[in-house]
């Protein structure tokens, strides 16, 4: 039978660990997820699950979307030279165009600004610059799908 | 350097690399066409003007390049969903990815006459 040995006695203290005792203890080091005072407090929201299904959800659909507009585009009748003003207007003349670009356009600016916020939180390590960086992506994807709403909706054919 | 410390990824981080390269440079490409194609609200003239220099050989080329970027990520795209949903989507991950690549090079083959074929009778005439 062994004697029995608090591991009291068999700590052997080292370096800077010997400055340390009961009376003198080592400092406290905070757990890396504690919550602090400079925790913002909603934090724990679902946005970035829902950010991750919207990506996928949004990519099949604009798979459709976009291999349709390539092909109209660049493929069908002529490629691209038959793009210009009277073939604008003559897609747009239709609802279903309409809708079919109006879709488009906001499924993608968000899904490729959120795609971006991805990219800038992953490589931009400065808190101040991750926050530019990501106050003008906001601004451009805002300023991006309101412009090409309103041009979808607002287009006039007879503007000449 | 040492061998075997220099992490140089397989067919996973690559795929991942290009999806970030081409997802970035899609999104500034859709920035700009949204913005060409706002001038339809400033004049038929305007807008077939800009529109006249996306008919240019070179700028035919960046089409194409821009016809592969998305092919790939749409592609590459369908395949993260198969790992994220398919049972066996992590098993097949490498299948898959070659299988996207197969595919990419049939339609950026199919996509050479639509594409550029405006751009060749420019050059070389018809």
């Known amino acids: 039978m062994a004697t029995e040995v608090s591991p009291a006695d068999e700590l052997q203290l080292t370096g800077s660990s010997a400055a340390y005792s009961p009376d003198n203890p080592a400092p406290v080091i905070e757990p890396p997820r504690a919550r602090t005072k400079r925790t913002p407090r909603a934090t724990r929201t679902n946005f970035e ?6 990506m996928r959800l949004s990519g099949v659909v604009l798979v459709v979307l976009v291999i349709g507009h390539l092909l ?7 490629g691209v030279t038959k793009v210009g003003f009277a073939f604008v207007a ?15 356009l906001w499924l993608a600016m968000l899904h490729g600004g959120n795609g971006l916020r991805t990219v800038i939180n992953d490589y931009a390590e400065q808190p101040n610059t991750r926050v530019w960086l990501k106050t003008i992506l906001f601004t451009a994807v805002a300023f991006t799908i309101v ?6 909706f607002t287009f006039d054919p007879n503007i000449r | 350097m040492p061998a075997g410390t220099l992490y140089r990824g397989r067919e996973g981080m690559w795929s991942w690399v290009a999806h970030r390269v081409t997802g970035v440079l899609i999104f500034f490409f859709l920035f700009v066409h949204v913005l060409d194609t706002a001038l339809v609200r400033v004049s038929p003239e305007d807008y077939d003007k800009v529109v006249s220099t996306y008919k240019t050989p070179i700028v035919s080329l960046l089409e194409y390049g821009l016809v592969a970027a998305i092919l790939f990520h749409a592609l590459n795209g369908l395949r993260i969903i198969a790992v994220d949903y398919w049972t066996k989507g992590p098993r097949y991950q490498k299948q898959m990815f070659w299988t996207v690549m197969g595919l990419w090079i049939v339609l950026m083959l199919g996509a050479i006459y639509p594409v550029l074929g405006h751009a060749a009778r420019v050059l070389f005439g018809s």
Not at chain 1, 49 to 54: C, I, Q
Not at chain 1, 90 to 104: K, V
Not at chain 1, 147 to 152: A, R
Request: no cysteine.
């Open chain 1, 90 to 104: 003559g897609r747009w003349a239709s609802p279903f165009w309409q809708y079919w670009d109006l879709a488009m």
């Open chain 1, 147 to 152: 412009l090409g709403s309103l041009v979808i």
């Open chain 1, 49 to 54: 699950l829902y950010g991750w299904l919207f």
């Open chain 1, 72 to 78: 109209i585009q660049l493929v069908l009748d002529g």
